[in-house]
């Protein structure tokens, strides 16, 4: 996740975890439980199903899946010597592995719960936005907003639009466009899952205009918070 301040910095960890997690590969039995040594995942196959039958849906409807590292414990990974420990994509280059087949997506969740990652910036873009922005927002905007569990409301928008010089100014509105990525739901992280406010099918799988998008955010307490700054200037 390009320039995202979201979920974190890659920090360096020892390689237990990975080590335990590598044991993993080739999973695919019925009934068989699996622990590793940070007790995940006994609940691996349903977790992966519920991952699987999400990143199909999304690519059934035109949008390129990612499949990001899996979460193992209080961490993500992508396997052995990983030193990334918040959510990425699984494989590199990752734009290579964006893809929209079905199949091919049936086919990778099938080995392991990889999480879902969306690319951005082909079948829409991402205003990435906190809470107190994003909050008032999200019902004024027909389309489809996603929100993380550390506060962070994503707007799913038709791709090509730049920033508004009003939103730029603030460091912690984000648009995520060509070569970038966002966590879609139902990603579990350690801090609980990634869910929608406005689910895709609410609004048919129909994105909403960018500009009409960041006039809503603008709406919000960001445009008084603007407002309020130029008085002040
Ligand atoms: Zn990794």
Redesign the pocket.
């Given at each position: 996740m390009r320039d995202a301040p979201i979920f974190g910095r890659s920090v360096s960890t020892e390689g237990s975890v990975c080590t335990a997690y590598a044991t993993e590969l080739g999973d695919d039995d019925v009934g068989l439980v699996r622990l590793f040594a940070d007790g995940y995942p006994a609940r691996s196959r349903l977790q992966r199903l519920t991952l699987r039958r999400a990143a199909s849906r999304y690519a059934a409807h035109g949008w390129p899946v990612i499949p990001g590292?899996c979460l193992a414990g209080m961490r993500?990974?992508?396997?052995l010597g990983?030193?990334?420990v918040s959510v990425?994509p699984?494989m590199e280059p990752w734009e290579a592995h964006a893809t929209t087949d079905v199949a091919l997506v049936a086919a990778i969740w099938r080995r392991r719960p990889f999480s879902v990652l969306l690319a951005t910036g082909v079948a829409f873009d991402v205003l990435d936005v906190p809470a107190y922005i994003g909050a008032g927002a999200a019902r004024a905007v027909r389309g489809p907003v996603a929100v993380t569990p550390t506060g962070r409301w994503m707007f799913l928008v038709r791709p090509g639009a730049e920033l508004r010089p009003e939103l730029a100014l603030h460091h912690d509105v984000v648009l995520h466009g060509r070569h970038s990525w966002i966590p879609a739901p139902p990603v579990r992280t350690p801090l609980g899952r990634v869910r929608w406010s406005v689910a895709p099918q609410a609004t048919e799988w129909r994105l909403p205009e960018p500009a009409r998008v960041q006039e809503a955010l603008l709406g919000t307490s960001l445009g008084s918070l603007s407002r309020g700054g130029a008085r002040l200037a």
């Open positions: 590292a993500f990974t992508c396997g990983c030193q990334t990425h699984a």
